[in-house]
């Protein structure tokens, strides 16, 4: 019994990240089918193509990374935190997609980003904000892993 009602809240915890997502940017998530994917990724307990699903949809990667530093952290540690699923059943495939995770969070970092036409002090702020926010999700992903740690 309390094995499935820890799947459960895997489950949920794991919707509720989709629904976020698809909440964030509905005119671009909204009309495609990633939500039904992730939904269907979660109710087959299909952790690397939900992983995949959300890593590799450009919308939902700007909607994570539009968040908040706590608020992105937060999604992010859960996507680091399901390859511990991943783990059981295929070790090199959750190293795979660990190394996936950690270059979309530096990938996106490398891309030019909307900034608000301001002084640049601001603009530094916002850039040492994006900054601290793409590592702390780094160091989620690392200190989440167990074994063989991000290389």
């Known amino acids: 019994m309390a094995s499935s009602t820890l799947v459960n809240v895997a489950e949920h915890a794991e919707l509720r990240l989709v629904h976020a997502l698809t909440e964030i940017s509905p005119e671009d998530l909204g009309k495609t089918s990633f939500k039904a994917d992730c939904q269907q990724c979660i109710g087959n307990a299909d952790a690397p193509n939900l992983i995949r699903t959300i890593v590799g949809n450009s919308a939902a990667m700007k909607a994570l990374f539009s968040l908040k530093l706590d608020e992105a952290v937060s999604a992010f540690s859960l996507l680091a935190a399901i390859l511990s699923r991943v783990r059981v059943d295929n070790p090199?495939?959750?190293?795979?997609?660990?190394?996936?995770?950690?270059?979309?969070?530096?990938?996106?970092?490398?891309?030019?980003?909307?900034?608000?036409?301001?002084?640049?002090?601001?603009?530094?702020?916002?850039?040492?904000?994006?900054?601290k926010k793409r590592l702390t999700m780094l160091c989620a992903l690392y200190n989440l892993r167990v074994g063989n740690k991000c290389q």
């Open 92 to 131: 090199s495939l959750e190293e795979t997609l660990a190394e996936e995770l950690a270059e979309v969070v530096v990938v996106t970092s490398q891309q030019p980003q909307k900034q608000p036409s301001a002084s640049s002090t601001s603009s530094t702020t916002l850039d040492q904000e994006e900054s």
